[in-house]
């Protein structure tokens, strides 16, 4: 099954872009995701093709039409009416590597990439329309944050990275980051790999990249750590229950 992407944007020579090289290039001249960009624009409904107008209630900036989008978002659900529509926005729902999983395992995903100020409110409710964030910090448009996402998904297509290992064990994936990594040079200005990968102990291995990535994430990801704990602690409270037989 094809993954297909449809981008709308006011900006379609911004794609593929870096989607067009590497590992989802490769996948996309593989037939393994496919790429559609709309023009907003051409749903304008004036001839001067206006996509955007001033905020109610006054202040900067412009806010992109509701009925534009909503004409926009129409015309691409009829041609794919079974992916989910995203709004990349800062206002929206961070996104996760399990919300990437899911989309990845679905048919695919119509991006709605914003620019000015942003959007008309109206249209996500009206469209059922999921608004994703990809980090607390503002793009000057939704576009580098589409790229983002779909480049998350990609490379979880099947058949698109090489071992099949390396999307299970990855940052994130058990609520952690990942261990670090080291290669060749052993020794390197004086700095030399970590004794243990050196010694074939695969067991010894497993432990130290374990309590590497739960040391790693207590200091550089408390938030995560904190939930990763939560997490754990509920589990062992609702096995406990269970042996219980509560
Ligand atoms: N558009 C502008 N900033 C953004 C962000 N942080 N995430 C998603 N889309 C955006």
Same mark, same amino acid.
């Given at each position: 099954?094809?993954?297909?992407?449809?981008?709308?944007?006011?900006?379609?020579?911004?794609?593929?872009?870096? #989607?067009?090289?590497?590992?989802?290039?490769?996948?996309?001249?593989?037939?393994?995701?496919?790429?559609?960009? &709309?023009?907003?624009?051409?749903?304008?409904?004036?001839?001067?093709?206006?996509?955007?107008?001033?905020?109610?209630?006054?202040?900067?900036?412009?806010?992109?039409?509701?009925?534009?989008?909503?004409?926009?978002?129409?015309?691409?659900?009829? $041609?794919?009416?079974?992916?989910?529509?995203?709004?990349?926005?800062?206002?929206?729902?961070?996104?996760?590597?399990?919300?990437? !999983?899911?989309?990845?395992?679905?048919?695919?995903?119509?991006?709605?990439?914003?620019?000015?100020?942003?959007?008309?409110? !109206?249209?996500?409710?009206?469209?059922?329309?999921?608004?994703?964030?990809?980090?607390?910090?503002?793009?000057?448009?939704?576009?580098?944050?589409?790229?983002?996402?779909?480049?998350?998904?990609?490379?979880?297509?099947?058949?698109?990275?090489?071992?099949?290992?390396?999307?299970?064990?990855?940052?994130?994936?058990?609520?952690? $980051?990942?261990?670090?990594?080291?290669? !060749?040079?052993?020794?390197?200005?004086?700095?030399?790999?970590?004794? &243990?990968?050196?010694?074939?102990?695969?067991?010894?291995?497993?432990?130290?990249?374990?309590?590497?990535?739960? &040391?790693?994430?207590?200091?550089?990801?408390?938030? #995560?750590?904190?939930?990763?704990?939560?997490?754990?602690?509920?589990?062992?409270?609702?096995?406990?229950?269970?042996?219980?037989?509560?």
């Amino acid at each position: 099954m094809t993954f297909a992407a449809t981008i709308l944007t006011l900006y379609p020579e911004m794609f593929p872009g870096p #989607l067009g090289v590497s590992l989802a290039g490769r996948a996309r001249e593989e037939g393994k995701w496919s790429l559609d960009t &709309v023009q907003i624009r051409d749903f304008a409904i004036d001839k001067h093709k206006t996509v955007d107008d001033t905020p109610a209630g006054g202040g900067a900036g412009m806010v992109l039409r509701v009925d534009v989008l909503a004409a926009a978002i129409d015309h691409a659900r009829s $041609l794919n009416p079974e992916v989910p529509v995203i709004a990349m926005t800062p206002r929206g729902r961070p996104l996760t590597q399990a919300r990437v !999983r899911e989309l990845a395992a679905g048919p695919g995903v119509i991006v709605l990439c914003g620019r000015f100020e942003g959007f008309d409110e !109206r249209i996500f409710e009206a469209r059922d329309v999921e608004e994703v964030s990809i980090g607390d910090i503002v793009l000057s448009g939704g576009e580098p944050a589409a790229i983002m996402l779909l480049d998350a998904c990609i490379r979880l297509l099947p058949g698109v990275m090489g071992a099949a290992s390396s999307g299970t064990e990855e940052s994130f994936e058990q609520g952690l $980051l990942e261990y670090p990594h080291y290669t !060749r040079p052993a020794t390197w200005e004086g700095r030399t790999i970590p004794e &243990v990968l050196r010694s074939g102990d695969h067991a010894k291995i497993a432990a130290w990249r374990k309590n590497q990535s739960e &040391v790693d994430t207590r200091l550089r990801r408390p938030d #995560l750590w904190e939930r990763h704990e939560g997490a754990r602690v509920q589990s062992a409270s609702g096995a406990r229950r269970k042996d219980e037989g509560i």
